[in-house]
Every structure is written in C-alpha cells, then in structure tokens.
C-alpha cells in the first residue's frame, strides 16, 4: 500500500488533523522541524491579522513512540488559536442560543468556493464551504510533507524554494547551490534571492493591499538528490511529473503547474530544449543541461526536480466585486472579510511540500520495505545496478 493521507478540520474549528499511512518504521522524527515548517508557512510579507493569533506547532498523537515511527499511522493535529474566538458559531454540537444564524455566510465572494459548494452540497450557510475550503487547510499538509521530508532527508534528498514572482515584478535567474538558495530566501520577507526584487515586491504588495486588492504569483520547488527511476513510463497514472502536477494544482488558488521550463518549451526548438546525456565513471549517466526539470518519460532522470506553480491573487477583497445575495436573489458589491493581500511566500513553503510528499510517495513504491533499514538495503542495491548499467 502506497503512502497517503487524508486531512481533516476547518479554519475556524478547534484543529486540524492528519492521519499518514504507509510511513515505514524506525524513521527518526525530529518534532521541531516540523515546527520550523510550519514556522515558515505562517511568515511572509502580505499575510493578514490571522498569523499574529496562530503559533502553528503540530502534535503527534498517534505512530511514533520515543522519536521513531513505528509503522503504525501516524497523527497529527494542528491547534486553532482562533478558535477561542469561534466556540459559539463553530460549536461542533447544537447549543441553545447559539449565534450561527447571526454569522451566516449569504453572499457568495467571487473565486472561492463559496456558491458552488452551497449548491453542491445544499446549504444554505455558505461558512460550512468556506471553513473547509480555506487555505488554512494546508498548516496540515505542511505538517504532513514535513514528515515525508525526513523520509526523504534520511536518504540524502533535500527540498528548497523560493518566489519567482509577484504580480508584474519577476526575479532574476539564479543558479545557485541548493543549499545557499535555501538559506538566502529563508531571510527574505518575500523569499526571493535579490534584494533588489525584495523591495520592490513588498513595496507592491503594499500598494496593492492599500488599494483594497490581492495579489498572486508563481513558486518554484527544487528537489536534490533523488534516484534515476521514480516514477514510470508505462502508466498514465504513474507518472510522477504527472501526479506532482495534480498535487500542485491542489493546493488552494493554485491554477497551473510547469515541469522545469514548462510553457517556455512551447517558444524553442526541439535542439534548445532537450538535456543532451553525458556520461563518467564518477558520475554515471548525467545531463549537460536541465531544461526538462529532471523529467523524462514521467520518471526522474537524477537531475534536480524543478516545480513551478501559478497561484491566482486571494479572491477575498476589500474592493469588491458583483455578486448575488443566495436570500434575495439581489445583486450586492461588498462583504468584507480579514483576509491576506498576498500569500505567495507561505505558497512557496506550501508546494516545498506538497511536492516533497509526492516525491516520498514514489520513492516509496520503488525501494518499498515496512523498516527504514529495508529501504535503504533496497536502495543500494538499486544504486549498485545502476553503478554497473
Ligand atoms: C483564509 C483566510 C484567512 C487566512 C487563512 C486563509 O483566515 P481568516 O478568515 O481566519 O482571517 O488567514 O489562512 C490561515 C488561517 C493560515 O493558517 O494560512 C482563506 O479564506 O483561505
């Protein structure tokens, strides 16, 4: 059974839950990490009230007894802060008096999900779409790929990003080592590289949420070190570039998702897009480039992974947009809701691990064992075969 998990809970709820399954034993989990992770998701210039309420840290209840997985599934749960506030109109049980009626959601915002799933799922309060359907849904799934990046650390394999645009300022190319890129964005407001392009992004971004708008941007995920053969060419289903793609555009106000230059590859020619193969005792079989973002035919060919996604501006505005009371049936241009003006530095945090999972998924399926020590005997006698190729 491949790995997977189910995530549960609303914004405004007393928590978030996790349930992983499939996490081998004996793997070492490093409870502060996972804090740290989920640390970074909550920074960013451009995040609303709401982050200086939450301290997000993830408690493990379940599938690791002194450190270690046991194989057993793990979870996990992720307090609400802002629960406190909520107690009465999230109540989980019916309560007399309750003030849910006084907070009904009626007026659908335009680009949540708000009206369709009223309609969907016939309700007639449209908070019981949109406290599932916010992106505070994805504190879990950090916590979550957090814990498939220790998988994923334990054999060598490490995950970066950074921002590759806000809106109409784009960073400059960089080809750094992985390692400094990580460092470098983890001190920027914007995680971005340049300084230059930090300014200018939150010096944006204030504008823009000073106009009453939001904006969006695109992300890039980076993955080092992972083994020629994940994933597969014989299945449509089993392609990984395939599946992190799903993953990607699964994340909330994700609309879009390129594999190393992506929609460029559209422009160029066949001879400016194709990694041209190398080979040296040292080093087996490379590329001189990485254009196609460490995918052929749905597999891994052992260059980095690169992953960009496209994030739409946060559909709640303070400018409003036209829509229809659901009561009246009668056109309505403002609801204002506490809100982020942007979100693509916690975005960023978010692929880094949404991606990260995908990848410990598929690496799982190939060297597959229920005991770390079977998966890295799997693996070098893998890495052995390949040796000799
Ligand atoms: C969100 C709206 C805001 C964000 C929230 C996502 O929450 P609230 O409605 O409570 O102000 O802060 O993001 C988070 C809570 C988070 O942890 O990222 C939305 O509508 O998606």
Redesign the pocket.
């Known amino acids: 059974m491949s790995l997977r998990y189910l995530t549960a809970g609303e ?2 709820g007393p928590q978030l839950t996790a349930i992983i399954e499939g996490l081998p034993s004996n793997l070492t989990i490093d409870f502060e990490e996972i804090n740290f992770q989920l640390h970074r ?2 920074k960013g210039h451009g ?5 200086q309420i ?1 301290k ?1 840290t993830a408690n493990i209840v379940g599938g690791v007894r002194h450190g270690r997985t046991t194989g057993a599934p793990v979870a996990l749960i992720v307090e609400n802060n ?1 629960w406190k506030h909520w107690t009465s109109v999230m109540n989980i049980a019916p309560i007399e008096g309750g003030d849910e009626e006084k907070r009904r959601v009626h007026r659908p915002r335009p680009g ?1 999900a708000d009206l369709n799933g009223g309609l969907k799922y016939n309700l007639k309060d449209l908070r019981n779409v ?1 406290e599932r ?4 849904e ?2 879990a799934r950090v916590a979550v790929g957090a814990v498939a990046r220790q998988l994923l650390a334990e054999f060598g394999i490490k995950v970066g990003g950074q921002v590759i645009r806000i809106g109409e300022i784009e960073a400059p190319a960089n080809q750094l080592p992985l390692d400094e890129l990580i460092r470098i964005t983890e001190e920027s407001p914007v995680r971005v590289v340049d300084k230059e392009t930090e300014e200018k992004m939150t010096a944006y971004i204030d504008q823009i949420k000073a106009e009453g708008d939001s904006i969006g941007g695109v992300v890039e995920c980076i993955i080092e070190g992972v083994p020629i053969g994940l994933g597969s060419h014989v299945q449509w289903d089993r392609k990984l570039d395939a599946r992190i793609a799903g993953a990607v555009v699964s994340i ?1 106000a994700f609309k879009g998702c390129e594999i190393g230059i992506g929609f460029e590859a559209a422009k160029l020619r066949g001879s400016q897009v194709h990694d041209e193969i190398l080979y040296t005792a040292e080093e087996g079989y490379t590329r001189a480039t990485n254009r196609l973002g460490g995918f052929e035919g749905g597999m891994t060919n052992g260059e980095q992974i690169v992953v960009r996604g496209v994030m739409k501006p ?1 559909p ?1 505005l303070y400018k409003p947009l036209r829509s229809v009371d659901i009561d009246t049936k009668e056109p309505f241009t403002a609801q204002v ?4 003006s942007c ?1 693509v530095p ?1 975005a960023s945090v978010v692929m880094e691990h949404v991606v990260a999972f995908e990848v410990a998924k598929a690496f799982l399926e190939k060297f597959g064992g229920d005991s770390i020590e079977e998966i890295r005997s799997n693996l070098n006698q893998y890495l052995e075969q390949i040796g000799r190729y």
């Open positions: 914004t405004h998701r909550q995040r609303g009230r709401r982050m939450e997000d802002d949540h949109l359907s916010s992106a505070r994805t504190a909330n946060i709640t809701e506490r809100s982020d979100a916690a």
